[in-house]
């Protein structure tokens, strides 16, 4: 995953727990606004997970894809990250 999509991954999850949270706090709270804020906001947590499973997916499978029309460059590129994570590793 790139950085950008890693961040907004990440910012998925930050809502939804802030969202979930929210939902817990007013749990005792009553009345027709309310209630249909909270649908609202399931709706929303469902929709984001939605769309970051299926973006998840796109990203698996185009990775997927690129591995096996280049297989020796997914190596090279695989030897040389496990490389650099070696090299940070062992200076500490």
Do not use: C, F
Request: proline residues 2%; charged residues 25%.
């Amino acid at each position: 995953m790139n950085a950008p999509t890693e961040k907004l991954a990440g910012d998925v999850r930050v809502l939804a727990s802030d969202v979930e949270e929210l939902l817990r706090a007013t749990a005792t709270q009553s009345g027709e606004k309310i209630a249909e804020a909270r649908t609202r906001a399931r709706a929303a947590i469902a929709n984001a997970r939605t769309a970051a499973i299926e973006h998840g997916r796109h990203a698996a499978n185009a990775t997927d894809q690129y591995v096996r029309q280049n297989p020796w460059s997914a190596v090279g590129i695989s030897a040389g990250i496990g490389l650099l994570i070696g090299l940070l590793i062992s200076r500490r």
